[in-house]
């Protein structure tokens, strides 16, 4: 299993509109800016979670993207899915080399189900695991505990 630059970034993405403060938007190019990755692919991962229920855009002057979930509701599980998808650890991986290391075409199977159910397993734990962090354990907090909020607007024009 290989994550992708899109689940990074769409990390990079969450933890930049949960800094926000309330009721304040970043729009795609200025996201991509601070980023350093195209407008237009940064777009397509807004939309993989918007389609999620992540987060929601607004087409105004002041527009922009926003957390359309709690900050402090929003797993690691629910971005790897946004952006991932749900297909199996095995689902791109050709088996047939397996047929080729028994004779046996019983023990062909037999092996081939427990090298599925293996990763079968270990798919199953690292989903739990992702579900089991929030976003919020990334979120930096000041000396009294609270999140950090950051006009990344100003921040980003001033750049």
Known sequence: MKLSSSYVQAIGILVMLAELPDNEALKSSEISRRMNVSHTYLQKIATKLKHADLIESYASKQGGYKLKKSKEAITFLDIFLAIEGEKSFLSNINLSPIDAMFIDKKLVKEKADVVIGIHSQAQKMYLEQLQAHLLIEILPRDSD???????????????
């Open 145 to 159: 505990g609270n999140y950090l909020e950051i006009d990344w607007k100003k921040f980003i024009s001033e750049e």
